[in-house]
C-alpha cells in the first residue's frame, strides 16, 4: 500500500492550496483517508478525514476554512485548504486505515498506512 501526497508549497497569508492524496494497493472506502499535520516541536495534530467513503471530519481549529473529498473509483482525496494563516505552516501528513471506528478517528496512532508527507508554508 502506497499513499501519495503531493499539493504543499508556500502561500501568502490569506491564500489557498490544494492538498492531494492518491492511494495504490488497497482500497479504504470503509474506512478513512484523511490528512494530519506537525509543526516543528509540536504534536502531530488532527486535520480533516473523511470516513466509509462520505462522512468529513475536521479538526477544531479549521473553522470552515478547509473541505476535504474523496473520490471512490480514483481512490483520493483532496483537502481544499482556504483563508491560510502562518499558524497552519507545518507537514502535512496523508493517512488512511482500513477498518478504523468514528470514536479513533482524530487520533495519528490508529492509522496504519501514511504518505510521505508536504511541506505548507504560509509566509508573506
Known amino acids: 500500500v502506497q499513499l501519495q501526497a503531493s499539493g504543499g508549497g508556500l502561500v501568502q497569508p490569506g491564500g489557498s492550496l490544494t492538498l492531494s492524496c492518491a492511494a495504490s494497493?488497497?482500497?479504504?472506502?470503509?474506512?478513512?483517508m484523511g490528512w494530519f499535520r506537525q509543526a516543528p516541536g509540536k504534536d502531530r495534530e488532527f486535520v480533516a478525514v473523511?470516513?466509509?467513503?462520505?462522512?468529513?471530519y475536521y479538526g477544531d481549529f479549521v473553522k470552515g476554512r478547509f473541505t476535504i473529498s474523496g473520490d471512490k473509483a480514483k481512490n483520493t482525496v483532496n483537502l481544499q485548504m482556504n483563508s491560510l494563516e502562518p499558524e497552519d505552516s507545518a507537514v502535512y501528513y496523508c493517512?488512511?486505515?482500513?477498518?478504523?471506528?468514528?470514536?479513533?478517528?482524530?487520533?495519528?496512532?490508529?492509522?496504519?498506512?501514511w504518505g510521505q508527507g508536504t511541506q505548507v508554508t504560509v509566509s508573506s
Open positions: 493517512a488512511a486505515d482500513s477498518g478504523i471506528i468514528l470514536s479513533s478517528l482524530r487520533d495519528w496512532l490508529n492509522y496504519d498506512y
Open positions: 494497493g488497497r482500497t479504504f472506502s470503509n474506512g478513512a
Open positions: 473523511v470516513w466509509r467513503g462520505g462522512n468529513s
